[in-house]
């Protein structure tokens, strides 16, 4: 993917004006952190990619699309206010760019929504969390590379705390009524996101 030309696209979907220049450098640089292994250009890319396949209006893609820029741009394995600092980041190039008030609301709530601490609003809103978590239901081969990812970032963690932690996130999407909230998105990835949390689930009890 060429990250400026998309970036540019993503922006003029929202109208003419882009932030400052070296907003695109630091959010690329941020993501190239080689203390990530999961949060990084590919799943930006991934993100961008199922937004791509998805029916939105342009103005409301425009902001699905800024909130999934920075969404993961503040990455801390060891903190819990990620989504906040990365939510703060966008509003601050939204009002550069002349987008204060509502649409800089309505990007923040989408970030925040990322947490995963609550069933999404229906709308714009249940589209980004399903982006999100599509990971869960790709391939066999993505997936098992996608966990793996996560232990790189979470290496720190001792083994037996790793193995609970990580047993409790999964196994809370496994009890979920439905993974994915959209239409689209529980056609075609909910059945293999259950088998996908299944299988890492008896990984991590081996």
């Known amino acids: ?24 450098d630091s959010l ?13 250009l590919q799943h930006l890319e991934e993100c961008l990619n199922q937004l791509d396949a998805s029916a939105l209006a342009d103005e409301t893609r425009g ?7 920075f969404h993961d741009s503040v ?3 060891h903190a819990s206010d990620n989504e906040a600092r990365s939510a703060a980041w966008a509003i601050e190039a939204l009002r550069q760019a002349g987008h204060g ?16 601490l609550t069933a999404p609003q229906p709308g714009p809103e249940a589209l980004m969390v399903d982006i999100d978590l599509a990971i869960l239901g790709a391939p066999a081969t993505r997936f098992d590379e996608y966990d793996q990812q996560i232990r790189q970032e979470y290496a720190w963690v001792p083994a037996t705390e790793y193995r609970e932690g990580r047993h409790r996130v999964l196994a809370g999407f496994l009890e979920r009524p439905r993974i994915y909230s959209t239409p689209s998105f529980l056609k075609r990835f909910e059945s293999q ?9 008896a990984r991590l009890e081996a």
């Open 1 to 24: 993917m060429n990250f400026a030309e998309r970036w540019t696209a993503d922006w003029k979907a929202l109208g003419p004006t882009l932030p400052d220049p070296d907003t695109l």
């Open 28 to 40: 690329l640089d941020a993501y190239r952190d080689p203390l990530r292994f999961y949060h990084t």
């Open 63 to 69: 902001e699905v699309a800024i909130a999934l820029w």
């Open 75 to 77: 990455y801390d394995s």
């Open 101 to 116: 008030g509502p649409t800089a609301a309505r990007v923040q709530e989408l970030i925040l929504a990322t947490r995963h």
């Open 193 to 201: 996101a259950r088998i996908n949390l299944k299988r890492a689930i």
